[in-house]
């Protein structure tokens, strides 16, 4: 069998050692955590692996499995897609640029989030206007206006407005190695990059990360701590129906919240007009005391599947993790660490290789159980 990808790197453990070699350790750190004891982290996953599928393999009637998926109008070739994730280029630097690219070549969806650090008329271009835009929510409208005419301009369709950060997770190691707001490099966190020189070389070739979207509105000469505070003072990420009423009338295209995590915030998505949802917890990183994010589709996808879109990320790492989450009834899924980790490891090649590799760990799910279309993957869950 041939494989599109490189096989000393066939699974998500070897690119998760990897990149813990070849990245700094606060990089590292900052990517692999949660918040508090990273209890909702690992419950994520852990809960989402206890689903079982079903085989039939005596099914005559199975032709051969097809992973296209259907989302706003758009066929993706998988239905997998790239999470938004901040300060990807601190992780690795060009990060954001490596992940679109990859996203766009093989027809999947990149999701920029506004604090990462490329802008959104860089990603616009890379894709053709084809990724997504996660709004963290400023605090001024005239803020938030001017950022959705950008996007507007760019060619996205679809806009992700954030709900689940209305104050900052409480990370000890991001706080230890002086990645909180505002992110600053201590001598701890020099000498962890010194002694990785890909990483260092990378980042004398593509430079000292930014937060490229908001550099319009920044003063060119901020010091760190001036730029904390602007960030601080710029972002209020507590959503209210008013907030998203005049998103929704000024918005043209497809509007999505991410960080559904319960019933009741789920009902009044659907009631103030939004076309998705993204059930998350943002990825363990926020509430260590919360549900993991499949308990929360199964509790409410039944109910409001022929409304809204329902989508999941936070817990899904691998191609089975994928079949799992949708044989629960979500219709669509997204990954932020399985792909940084692949980036840290492998770098420009790091978007190929995941994708790759995900899509042939997915289709042998299909494939095993028999399933056709991923929308069928219900009908193999052991209940």
């Known amino acids: 069998m041939a494989f599109p990808f490189d096989t000393r790197y066939a699974s998500l453990e070897l690119l998760i050692a990897r990149a813990k070699k070849r990245m700094p350790r606060f990089a590292f ?27 039939r393999y005596l099914n005559n009637n199975f032709a051969e499995a097809d992973m296209e998926t259907e989302l706003f109008g758009v066929t993706y070739s998988a239905p997998f897609g790239i999470s938004p ?8 630097p060009n990060a954001p640029e490596i992940l679109a690219k990859a996203a ?79 992110p600053q490099l201590n001598f701890r966190n020099v000498s962890q990059a010194l002694v990785k020189p890909q990483w260092c070389l990378e980042m004398l070739k593509h430079g000292v990360p ?81 549900e993991s994010t499949i308990a929360v589709v199964k509790e409410i996808s039944e109910k409001y599947k022929d409304q809204i879109k329902i989508m999941m990320d936070s817990g899904v790492r691998t191609g089975p993790d994928v079949a799992r989450a949708l044989s629960c009834g979500a219709e669509f ?3 932020g660490r399985t792909f940084m980790y692949a980036v840290g490891a492998l770098g420009d090649q790091g978007g190929d290789h995941i994708i790759e590799m995900l899509k042939m760990q997915f289709r042998q799910v299909m494939e095993q159980v028999c399933c056709e279309r991923p929308e069928q993957l219900q009908d193999f869950r052991v209940k």
């Open 333 to 335: 899924t997204f990954m």
């Open 29 to 55: 750190e900052y990517l692999d955590g949660g918040c508090n004891e990273n209890i909702n982290r690992d419950r994520n996953t852990d809960e989402l692996r206890e689903v079982q599928l079903r085989p």
């Open 104 to 182: 766009f070549k093989h027809n999947i969806p990149f999701i920029l989030s506004t604090v990462t650090t490329s802008s959104l008329e860089r990603i616009a271009e890379l894709t053709e206007g084809k990724a997504w835009y996660q709004l963290y929510h400023p605090r001024e409208e005239w803020l938030r206006n001017d950022i959705l005419d950008r996007c507007e301009a760019s060619g996205y369709d679809v806009l992700v407005v954030l709900a689940d950060v209305p104050t900052f997770g409480y990370r000890a190691k991001e706080i230890r190695n002086g990645l909180a707001m505002p």
């Open 210 to 290: 930014g937060f490229k979207t908001m550099e319009k509105y920044m003063d060119k000469n901020m010091n760190v701590k001036q730029l904390g505070q602007f960030m601080n003072s710029t972002f209020s990420g507590r959503l209210n129906s008013d907030r998203i009423k005049s998103i929704r009338d000024r918005w043209k295209g497809k509007l999505v919240i991410k960080g559904v995590a319960s019933d009741e915030d789920a009902e009044e998505a659907v009631r103030l007009g939004f076309d998705g949802m993204i059930i998350s917890n943002h990825g363990g990183r926020q509430l260590d005391a919360g």
């Open 85 to 92: 994730v901040g300060l990807q280029g601190l992780m690795w």
